[in-house]
């Protein structure tokens, strides 16, 4: 069973930048997809951006340009790079990881993101 724990989350004010990092307990090496997604007060969950097969990244189209997703295997952690940023940023951020043999999915508990002067 993987854990993962996200760390980096705080508050910025707007134009600055964050780096994420999840860590995971086990291997990632066999985690076909990792990828963040934020939850804002009032809004539903939304992916931010995703690295499926350790190269292919999507990102939402509110983000692009400004985040950059990275893993890095040999320390089984995913990085979240996050420059620019802007109010509408602020959300929670979760750390997010898809296994598919056997098929299970997995979450981080959160970090907290707030953009604000």
């Known amino acids: 069973q993987v854990q993962l724990v996200e760390s980096g989350g705080g508050l910025v004010q707007p134009g600055g930048s964050l780096r994420l990092s999840c860590a995971a307990s086990?291997?990632?090496?066999?985690?076909?997809?990792m990828g963040w997604y934020r939850q804002a007060p009032g809004k539903e969950r939304e992916l931010v951006a995703r690295?499926?097969?350790?190269?292919?990244?999507n990102y939402a189209d509110s983000v692009k340009g400004r985040f950059t997703i990275s893993r890095d295997n040999a320390k089984n952690t995913v990085y979240l790079q996050m420059n620019s940023l802007k109010p509408e940023d602020t959300a929670v951020y979760y750390c997010?990881?898809?296994?598919?043999?056997?098929?299970?999915?997995?979450w981080g508990p959160g970090t907290q993101v707030t953009v604000s002067s």
């Open positions: 997010y990881a898809y296994s598919p043999i056997p098929a299970q999915h997995y």
């Open positions: 086990g291997s990632i090496f066999d985690m076909n997809v």
């Open positions: 690295i499926r097969s350790g190269v292919i990244t």
